[in-house]
C-alpha cells in the first residue's frame, strides 16, 4: 500500500498516450485490424506500450479495476481502432490511457507525483535513435511560498540520459545473456520479462472485457 | 457533425490536467476545501480550466455526455480534492482530464488530430509572464513512407506566440471595452462570454453529478 501523505514522494496519476494514423490502406488491410490474425487491434498494438509504461511507473503493481471510456471505435470486424481507459489502485492512484490507430504519431507519458512530474514524449521510440541519448522533462520542488513574479509555473528542466546501445541492441543482448546462463546450467530461466508481459496482458484483457461488456469497471485478479 | 474521414483535419482526442499541491495547511482551512464557501473544491478551481480548454479545443461544442473516473478523492465535508473525467461527443471525439490539489503543479493540454498533435505545458499561465512571448509544440505532417532510419519519432517543432500584453491586460481591456459600448449605447450586453461560461459550468456540473451518481455516464443538456 502507497502512502499517500504529504511527506512521502509518490507517483499519484499517470496518463500515457500512444496514436499514430497509418491512413485507409493500413485500416482495410493490415493483420492489426483482422479479427483473426492481430485481433486485439490498437488496444494490443499500441494501447499494450501504454500499459506496460504505467506499470512500469508503479513498479508493476497491478491496479485492483480498469473502466474503459466509452465511445471505443470498433471497425466492421469488431476489431478495437481506438480506445481508452483509466486504471485504478486501491490505494487512489489512478492512471488514464488513448490508443488509436486514427491520430496523428503521439508518443507520450505524464507521471504526477506529490512532488514533481516527469515528461516525455517519446517513450517507445526516442526521438533521435542515432544520437545516443534521449531527454526527458522533470519539474519539482515548487516553492508555493517564494514564486517569482511572473513565474507561477517555472519552466520543467530538460535531462539528457546517454546511451551506449540502442534498446533493440540492449534487448538482444539481456536475451542472449539470459539463454547463455541457461545453456550453462549457471540458472533457471529467468521469470521476471514473462511475468511483466502477463501483468500487461492481464490488464489489457481487462480493458477489451470492459468495452465489450458496455463500459463496466473489470476488476484485476492476478 | 465533424467528419472524421481521412481527408479532413480535425481533433479526434484532448487531454488536459491542471493539478497543484498547496500542502495540508491549504487543504485544512483554504475556502477552496470547505463545502459551504468553494464547494466545487478542486474541480471548481482547477476542473474548470481543463474543460474549458477542452471546449475551447472543440469550438465549444458541448459532449453529449461525461463519466467521471472512479476513485475520485474527497475530504471529510465531501469537497472533491483530486477527480477526473471522460467527455464524449456523438461523432467520436473524445476528451479527458484530471483536475488535483495532490499533485505537483501541471499544466498541461494534449490535442490530438488527424494530421497533428499540439501541447502545451503551460496552458493558463505561461511559464515566462514577463517575456512577452509563449511557446507551444506541434508535430504534424508525417510521412510514413519516407521516414528516416532513426528517427521515426521526429522532434516536435516548438512555436513562439508574441504578445503585447499579458492575459489579465486583455482581460479587463476587452471587458472595460464592453462596458464602454454599453455605456454609450453602440450595442447590447454581450453574451458570448457568459455563454462559454455556462457551458464550462454545465460540464462540470455533470462531472460532479457522475462522481455522486457512483461514476455512471451523465447526459449533457444545453
Not at 480498469?66 to 471505443?72: Q, R, T
Not at 466492421?76 to 488509436?100: K, L, N, P, Y
Not at 490507430?101 to 512532488?115: A, E, R
Not at 542515432?130 to 531527454?135: C, D, R, S, W
Request: hydrophobic letters at 40%.
Amino acid at each position: 500500500m502507497t502512502c499517500l501523505c504529504f511527506a512521502c514522494v509518490v507517483v499519484l496519476q499517470i496518463h500515457t498516450c500512444l496514436t499514430y494514423n497509418p491512413g485507409p490502406e493500413f485500416l482495410k488491410s493490415s493483420i492489426r485490424v483482422k479479427a483473426d490474425l492481430d485481433g486485439l487491434g490498437a488496444l494490443g498494438d499500441t494501447g499494450w506500450y501504454c500499459i506496460r509504461a504505467i506499470l512500469w511507473a508503479v513498479d508493476y503493481e497491478l491496479p485492483k479495476s480498469v473502466l474503459a471510456f466509452p465511445g471505443a471505435i470498433l471497425n466492421q470486424e469488431g476489431v478495437i481502432i481506438s480506445c481508452g481507459s483509466s486504471m485504478h489502485w486501491e490505494d487512489g492512484r489512478s492512471a488514464t490511457f488513448h490508443c488509436s490507430f486514427l491520430s496523428h504519431l503521439t508518443f507520450d507519458v505524464t507521471l504526477l507525483g506529490t512532488k514533481g512530474c516527469l515528461r516525455l514524449h517519446d517513450f517507445p521510440l526516442p526521438f533521435e535513435e542515432n544520437l545516443g541519448y534521449a531527454t526527458f522533462s522533470e519539474a519539482s520542488e515548487l516553492d508555493y511560498a517564494n514564486i517569482e513574479p511572473g513565474r507561477w509555473c517555472p519552466k520543467p528542466n530538460e535531462h539528457v540520459v546517454e546511451t551506449q546501445f540502442s534498446q533493440e541492441v540492449c534487448m538482444v543482448m539481456e536475451f542472449a545473456d539470459l539463454v547463455q546462463k541457461v545453456k550453462r546450467c549457471e540458472m533457471k530461466p529467468q521469470k521476471t520479462w514473462p511475468l511483466l508481459s502477463r501483468k500487461t496482458q492481464l490488464v489489457l484483457d481487462a480493458v477489451k472485457d470492459s468495452i465489450h461488456k458496455g463500459y463496466q469497471p473489470v476488476q484485476i485478479v492476478s
